[in-house]
């Protein structure tokens, strides 16, 4: 058992090792070009394979163990104890973290292979796998730490490999700025795990600071003081996985190359609220005021997202509005104590959304990197296995029956309706309908009816099998995920749920079968309903609208970056440029300026003593000796 234990450390160094190798090789040839593309591929691939091959080792052994004893940790070295505090740099292999590091590895492996073809012949090339690898690398060491302190390490380490890779293209000052609202609104967030954390150590953190001591002494938490850690870590969270109030800096990170935007909508980086909040189950379990929040938090991301993904024509902007509407749905769940409802979700959208956002990448590279989905059209003859595969992730997306995001999504909606949350259900429901219509918005604008832009379609192709066959895999996915965990209703027995269930703190309510055939009707009436409006708007073809009234507020984002830039940026600043040019010169210079006035005075005081002489200075000697023997001879007796 011991022999297997340190395996787990091997998941996040692999690709650790990698972004080491590949950050060195480019620092020795970076002027050179020493070594071709394909060896930084090969290279930046490894670490990700190695590391979902120890992942499979792992979760075979764990579902070999008896539910109640299914944990594997490897401690690696104890990091530092200070009176009661004692952290250890360990980590945890469990069911939540293993069915993470699972999709994780394998979707990042897939990101990785197709990131060799996408950023053939640019700039930087190995520099830019160096820092794939780290952001993999620092993902599993959130997923797989085996406590808050070392989650928190991987925590930051995105948050840095985020802005590194957003702000990628860093000649352009647009994506340094994008790289920026990153990397501070995260800051914003990080500021809440920080200060949760603290909280949590103060109320029960006596001893080991792990998840396993945590979850033993959490009945110690008063009510009062479980709901402050909640909410504060619920900020971290919100942060990372761009929700209310948070949400603004994630469609701006789709400056980064769109590979990029891939591994941090579908295996990284997002997904790291949602898992940390899982992670707490046994906290927010007994918290149902932050339980509440947290669910309509949720639900009303996932409205407002998805209102402002009707009316985007950046193609990636589309499907960023769609990552923060699902992740709103993920929120919704874990929030009405649907762990494994929200976990599985989190599982099935890595497949479609990464299809979708490499999808979108094949059709940008096709197109010479035109993004606008008002300038595409017809691309369907032109690159069928794009369509097809992008149209599997579509119809996952949008929840069509039997696809893998119906499954997920329905059991979150039923969860709702089945706890008695019928107004989270409610907008659940409208949501599905407008993410079905925002959804095949964008695919029928983009392959089907004419072509918008006849000399960029002229010239597109299908990409390299390098591109076209991670599509192909995660199609699949997108596809057959859902048979996972299928409920009772459809002949399954909800495989995922139990999988996760001794790592989860939840209850699965016995409700009539009737609320859960209702719940799917509902939802595939909202599939029908927004699938019908798009295909009859874009189908045959539409000429690009000139939005007025409340939908131009929607396609301008009800406005919200330039409110926050009038009511927090820019004060900050006028105060900053305030302190600098009044308070710091006439209060926080005073005590220097005092000083070093004070010290030019007795500078000058002094300097009537230092005559030159070595006669006056001999006097000085007898004096200083004469006073320091009377001193002493004073002091012994």
């Known amino acids: 058992m011991e022999h297997i234990n340190t395996y787990i450390g091997l998941v996040p160094l692999f690709p650790l090792i990698g972004a080491l190798v590949l950050g060195l090789m480019h620092m020795l040839t970076c002027k050179t070009d020493k070594y071709p593309d394909k060896l930084y591929g090969i290279i930046a691939c490894i670490g990700p394979i190695l590391a979902f091959c120890v992942s499979l080792i792992l979760f075979f052994k764990l579902r070999g163990m008896p539910a109640d004893s299914r944990y594997l940790i490897h401690d ?7 009176g009661d505090l004692h952290v250890t740099m360990g980590f945890l292999a469990d069911p939540l973290s293993s069915l993470m590091i699972l999709f994780v590895t394998f979707i990042g492996s897939l990101i990785h292979i197709y990131s060799a073809g996408y950023m053939a012949g640019e700039e930087n090339f190995g520099k830019y796998f160096a820092y794939l690898n780290l952001f993999l690398g620092s993902m599993l060491i959130l997923v797989l730490g085996s406590g808050p302190v070392v989650m928190f390490v991987g925590w930051e380490g995105v948050g840095l490999c985020s802005y590194l890779l957003i702000s990628f293209y860093c000649k352009d000052t647009d994506n340094v700025l994008a790289g920026n609202k990153a990397f501070i609104v995260n800051r914003i967030g990080d500021l809440g795990f920080v200060l949760g954390m603290s909280f949590l150590f103060w109320a029960i953190g006596s001893g080991g600071f792990d998840y396993h001591s945590l979850r033993e002494n959490a009945h110690h938490l008063a009510p009062s003081v479980g709901l402050i850690v909640c909410l504060l870590l619920f900020v971290g969270a919100c942060g990372k996985s761009a929700q209310i109030p948070l949400f603004v800096w994630l469609p701006d990170a789709m400056a980064g190359p ?5 591994l941090i909508h579908a295996a990284t980086m997002v997904t790291a609220g949602v898992y940390m909040v899982a992670r707490f189950s046994f906290i927010y379990a007994h918290v149902p005021t932050a339980g509440t929040i947290i669910a309509w938090v949720g639900i009303l991301t996932a409205l407002l997202a998805a209102f402002f993904g009707m009316f985007q024509k950046d193609i990636k902007k589309i499907l960023a509005y769609s990552t923060v509407s699902q992740l709103g749905y993920m929120f919704a769940a874990v929030g009405i104590t649907a762990y494994s409802a929200g976990i599985f979700h989190v599982f099935t959208h890595a497949f479609f959304k990464a299809l979708l956002f490499l999808g979108a990448g094949s ?3 096709a197109l010479h990197h035109q993004q606008d989905v008002w300038k595409m059209g017809g691309l369907k003859e032109k690159m069928p296995t794009t369509y097809k595969t992008m149209m599997i992730g579509a119809l996952a997306l949008a929840g069509c029956p039997l696809f893998s995001g119906f499954f997920s999504k329905d059991e979150i909606l039923f969860s709702a309706l089945a706890t008695g949350h019928t107004g989270i259900w409610a907008i659940g429901v409208l949501v599905a309908g407008m993410t079905a219509y925002y959804t095949f918005r964008m695919i029928f604008l983009v392959f089907h009816g004419k072509p918008r832009d006849q000399k960029a379609f002229d010239h597109a192709h299908e990409p390299p ?11 699949i996915g997108a596809a057959f995920a859902g048979v996972l965990n299928l409920p009772s209703l459809f002949g399954g027995s909800l495989a995922v749920s139990h999988w996760l269930a001794p790592s989860l703190v939840e209850h699965h309510p016995h409700v009539s ?27 045959d073809g539409a000429v690009e609208p000139e939005f007025s009234g409340f939908a131009k507020w929607g396609a301008n984002k009800f406005y919200i970056d330039e409110l926050y830039n009038c009511v927090i940026v820019q004060p900050y600043k006028t105060t900053g440029s305030l302190i600098s040019a009044f308070i710091e010169p006439k209060v926080t ?14 500078g000058a005081s002094f300097k009537v003593f230092q005559v030159g002489y070595v006669r006056v200075y001999a006097i000085y000697m007898v004096i200083g000796l004469s006073l320091m023997s009377l001193f002493l001879s004073q002091t012994i007796n």
């Not at 769109?258 to 891939?262: R, W």
């Not at 210079?589 to 030019?600: A, N």
């Open 363 to 365: 059709v940008i590279y």
């Open 513 to 539: 079968v009737w609320i859960e055939i209702t719940a799917i009707l509902a939802s595939v009436i909202a599939f029908a309903i927004g699938i019908t409006i798009a295909y009859k708007k874009f189908a």
């Open 76 to 82: 690696v070295f104890t990091w530092f104890a200070v």
């Open 465 to 475: 099998a390098v591109m076209t066959v991670p599509l192909i895999i995660l199609a």
């Open 258 to 262: 769109t590979p990029v935007s891939a």
């Open 589 to 602: 210079d005073l005590p220097i300026k005092f000083f070093t006035w004070l010290y030019k005075k007795l």
